[in-house]
């Protein structure tokens, strides 16, 4: 597997388990939606965290793919916490 595709999976997965832990979709172990705010929060700190670190390292497609989700995840996390 390539790099910046690794490096795609990993954020497009902590973008899912936000998403999940947002009650948005059913668990795929369990296939169960169940609400989690804490980790939904969790998971979006971590993709902020990673983008802090990488700034710079980026390609401009992973830069705006980063983004892009952090923003999505924020704007449903802040509905998901109503």
């Known amino acids: 597997m390539q790099e910046h595709s690794t490096f795609n999976l990993l954020i497009l997965s902590l973008g899912n388990a936000a998403l999940v ?8 172990g369990t296939n169960i939606i169940k609400k989690d705010i804490e980790t939904a ?10 983008q802090k670190k990488t700034k710079g390292n980026l390609t401009s497609a992973e830069d705006e793919m980063l983004s892009s989700l952090l923003y999505d995840l924020r704007l449903k996390y802040v509905e998901a916490r109503k």
């Open 41 to 50: 929060h969790l998971n979006i700190e971590i993709l902020e965290t990673l």
């Open 21 to 28: 832990a947002m009650g948005l979709y059913p668990n795929p």
